[in-house]
C-alpha cells in the first residue's frame, strides 16, 4: 500500500475512533488522577489497546500505572507514540493530558488496522507522571526507546502551534542544612542556625546568577524553614530547580551551586547535605528533518506554525530525545491565548475546538509515522541528526 492510500485509511479510522476517544478525554477530566496515581485511567487506556487488538504490558517497567502496546509483525522499523494521563492536584487536567493522552490512543487505534500486517512494530507507551517524576527518564533508562527510528507525541497548547519544541536539561536538588537549637532570646550563641545558612545559600546562588549564561534558571523555595521564632532552627531545608540549555553545561552550574552550600554552611556552621527530590530531564534534541516533516503535515492540517523561541521549560520527553529521534509538536487546542496549569486551561480541553485538535493532532503524528515507516532515506537523514545532536550535546 502507498503512502496516500495508507494516509487515506487513516482519516476514516479517526473519524471512525474520534467519538469515542473525545468522549474518554472528557471523562478523563472529570476524574482526573495525579503523577503516580493514575490508576483507573492506565486501566482504561489499557482496556481500550487490548480491545483493539493490542498486545498489551500492564504493568510496565515496574512502574505500576504505566504500559506498552504494540502491533505489527515487527522485522522492520520501529516507531513509538507516547501517551500522558497525569493531572495537576486541585486543578486537574490543567496541562491537556486527557486531551492529548486520548490523542495519541485515537492515533494508535486508527493505525492498527493499517500496520498489523506490516513489517515493522508499533510501540505506544504509555508514559505516567510527567508533571513530577517523569516516567520516561525510568522507562528510557530501561531501555524502552532503544532501537526505535522515531519517537513522538503531540502536546496541548493554548493559541499556538510549535513544532520546533526545545526544553531544558533540569536537576531537582534538595539542600537541607543542619545546625544546633537553642533559645533564640535567651541564648542565641549557643545555638547554630540551620535557617541561616540557608537564606546564606540563596544569596549566594542568586549571586551566582550573574555568572550563568542567560537561558539558565535557578529557583527555589523554602521547604522547611523552623517551627516557632524562639527557638534557633537545627533544620531548614530549600528545594531547587536548575536548568541550562544542554546537559553539560548544568552539570557545570551544579558544580558551582555545591560550592555555594558548602560556603554557605561554613559561613553559618552549620552542616549542609544534598539529594535529588525528583528525577533529573534531559535537554529535547532537535531534529530537523522529523521537524521538517512535521511542518508539512501541520500546514496540511491548515495548522500555522509559530516559529519556537525560547526553551519551554523541562521535559521527560527530553530523555527520549537522548536514546532515538524525537518530536513533541504544541498543538492550539482553544484559538486564544490560554497558560496552561490553569483552570481555563483545563476547561479549553473539554470543548469542540479541543476536540477537534484531537482529530487533526491524531493525523499529524499518524502521518508522520506512516512517512517514517515507509521512507528509508528518511530515517537515515533524521539517524544521522541524531548523531550529530549527540555529539554537540556532549561538546
Not at 539542600?175 to 537564606?199: I, M, V
Not at 490560554?338 to 482529530?359: D, G
Request: proline share 5%; glycine share 8%.
Amino acid at each position: 500500500m502507498e503512502l496516500r492510500q495508507m494516509i487515506a485509511e487513516l482519516d476514516k479510522n479517526i473519524a471512525v475512533n474520534a467519538p469515542a476517544m473525545a468522549a474518554m478525554s472528557d471523562g478523563f477530566a472529570a476524574r482526573p488522577e495525579v503523577s503516580g496515581k493514575e490508576f483507573e485511567t492506565s486501566k482504561e487506556i489499557v482496556r481500550v489497546l487490548k480491545d483493539a487488538g493490542f498486545e498489551v504490558e500492564y504493568p510496565a517497567l515496574g512502574i505500576p500505572t504505566a504500559f506498552t502496546a504494540r502491533c505489527g509483525r515487527g522485522g522492520g522499523p520501529k516507531v513509538a507514540i507516547l501517551t500522558e494521563y497525569d493531572a495537576l492536584p486541585e486543578i486537574g487536567h490543567a496541562c491537556g493530558h486527557n486531551l492529548h493522552g486520548s490523542m495519541s490512543v485515537l492515533t494508535a487505534l486508527s493505525l492498527l488496522p493499517i500496520l498489523k500486517d506490516i513489517d515493522c512494530e508499533l510501540l505506544v507507551a504509555g508514559t505516567p507522571a510527567e508533571e513530577t517524576d517523569g516516567a520516561k527518564v525510568e522507562m528510557s533508562a530501561k531501555g524502552l526507546f532503544d532501537g526505535c527510528d522515531f519517537a513522538m507525541m503531540i502536546h496541548s497548547c493554548g493559541g499556538k502551534n510549535m513544532v520546533e519544541y526545545r526544553s531544558l536539561a533540569m536537576d531537582a536538588v534538595e539542600f537541607t542544612f543542619t545546625g544546633k537549637t537553642s533559645h533564640a532570646a535567651s541564648a542565641p550563641w549557643e545555638g547554630r542556625n540551620a535557617l541561616n545558612g540557608l537564606q546564606l545559600f540563596f544569596h549566594a546562588v542568586d549571586m551566582l546568577r550573574q555568572h550563568v549564561r542567560p537561558e539558565a534558571r535557578m529557583h527555589g523555595i523554602v521547604y522547611d524553614g523552623g517551627a516557632v521564632p524562639n527557638i534557633v532552627p537545627e533544620r531548614a531545608v530549600g528545594r531547587f530547580y536548575f536548568r541550562a540549555p544542554k546537559r553539560a553545561y548544568l552539570d557545570e552550574i551544579i558544580k558551582k551551586v555545591h560550592n555555594c552550600a558548602r560556603g554557605a554552611a561554613l559561613a553559618t556552621e552549620t552542616e549542609v547535605a544534598w539529594r535529588n527530590f525528583e528525577a533529573s530531564f534531559m535537554d529535547m534534541l532537535p531534529n530537523g528533518p522529523a521537524e521538517t516533516m512535521a511542518k508539512k503535515y501541520f500546514a496540511e492540517m491548515a495548522l500555522e506554525v509559530t516559529p519556537c523561541s525560547t526553551f519551554m521549560g523541562s521535559s521527560d520527553m527530553g530523555d527520549v530525545s537522548y536514546r532515538c529521534p524525537a518530536l513533541q509538536p504544541e498543538i492550539d487546542i482553544s484559538g486564544e491565548n490560554i497558560e496552561a496549569h490553569t483552570r481555563a486551561f483545563a476547561e479549553a480541553t473539554q470543548k469542540p475546538r479541543a476536540h477537534e485538535a484531537m482529530r487533526d493532532g491524531a493525523k499529524i503524528i499518524g502521518r508522520c509515522l506512516l512517512e517514517v515507516i515507509t521512507d528509508e532515506e528518511l530515517r537515515g537523514r533524521m539517524w544521522k541528526s541524531y548523531k550529530e545532536e549527540i555529539a554537540a550535546a556532549k561538546r
